[in-house]
């Protein structure tokens, strides 16, 4: 069929106007997210009190507000998509994380990653200094069942980061910069527990942070590309991440200023090794799409009554 140039025109006006849509959406979840999020995080750290212990009274009425605010993500991603494609939008996105994709491989990378970097930095600890850094006392066996009961709660997290926000930035800016970009914000996301005593990230350095979970945003990127979009992977690589990486601790003493570069040595090799696998990963990435349409990402043109 011949178009008429009337309507090439037309189609090609469209263009930018699908363009702004989607970055208008996208800019409504992270705005929405951390707004949400914030204030219920600073809640939390209001009622658990300014000190690190906290009352079994307080718990009960400090833990729902930290479940909401880390549960914004998802709630912030599915409320979007049921405004912007209905109910059927929501039950796709939410399937991405219950659907378990093939590959065995795939599972060994997301439950096997981190521990992998963390023993790397322990040998080359060895090697730079002469000795071995200090292990944690966690078993396999406790942190294997760490991994599965948190892996459902990573949910809260990854149907909003990898779910809806990867794939509608990578349609802008590609899936390279997007991993970049969406670990910058993400690790962002997390600056209020930089400055509240119950967080194990109190007193640590936030620039170091950065750096770090931007490189595992990268990691997370490529893993749900070659998984055609599997949520239920990055929820299993989240969960093992936050479950091994204390195989040889990081945490540098705590200091006055969170935005100090005052890593320990174990912190800066991983660090390291984290941005030496995602150099990799982004030259994998390289001219990768996801693409419109696909398993991995449906992103419909969005219409401009979605933007809040």
Not at 219 to 232: F, H, Q
Not at 249 to 270: I, K, R
Request: with cysteine; net charge positive; charged share 10%.
């Amino acid at each position: 069929m011949v178009r008429t140039r009337t309507e090439c025109s037309r189609s090609e006006q469209r263009v930018p106007e699908v363009a702004r849509n989607i970055m208008g959406a996208v800019l409504n979840f992270f705005t929405l997210t951390y707004i949400v999020s914030w204030i219920f995080f600073i809640a939390w750290a209001v009622v658990s009190g300014p000190t690190a212990s906290m009352t079994s009274e307080r718990a009960v009425l400090a833990t729902p507000l930290l479940l909401i605010g880390v549960f914004a993500p998802a709630l912030v991603a599915l409320a979007l998509t049921f405004r912007a494609d209905g109910r059927a939008g929501t039950e796709a996105l939410i399937r991405r994380a219950v659907e378990w994709p093939g590959g065995a491989r795939w599972y060994l990378f997301a439950l096997g990653y981190m521990a992998a970097i963390k023993l790397a930095a322990a040998a080359l600890h060895r090697i730079v200094t002469g000795a071995w850094p200090p292990f944690g006392q966690e078993t396999v066996l406790i942190m294997a069942g760490a991994i599965v009961v948190s892996t459902p709660v990573q949910a809260g997290e990854e149907i909003g980061w990898r779910g809806y926000a990867l794939p509608r930035l990578a349609n802008r800016v590609g899936l390279p910069v997007a991993s970049i970009v969406l670990g910058v914000i993400w690790a962002s996301w997390h600056l209020p527990f930089f400055f509240i005593p119950r967080a194990d990230t109190f007193g640590q350095s936030f620039p170091l942070y950065l750096l770090s979970v931007t490189a595992i945003s990268v990691a997370m990127a490529w893993l749900y590309w070659r998984s055609n979009g599997s949520l239920l992977l990055t929820m299993m690589l989240h969960a093992a991440i936050n479950n091994t990486k204390d195989i040889v601790p990081s945490a540098a003493s705590p200091t006055t200023s969170s935005f100090a570069l005052n890593g320990s040595l174990v912190a800066w090799l991983t660090a390291a090794l984290l941005w030496i696998c995602a150099v990799y990963f982004l030259i994998q990435m390289r001219g990768a799409r996801l693409e419109h349409g696909s398993r991995a990402v449906e992103v419909r043109e969005i219409p401009t009554s979605a933007a809040v």
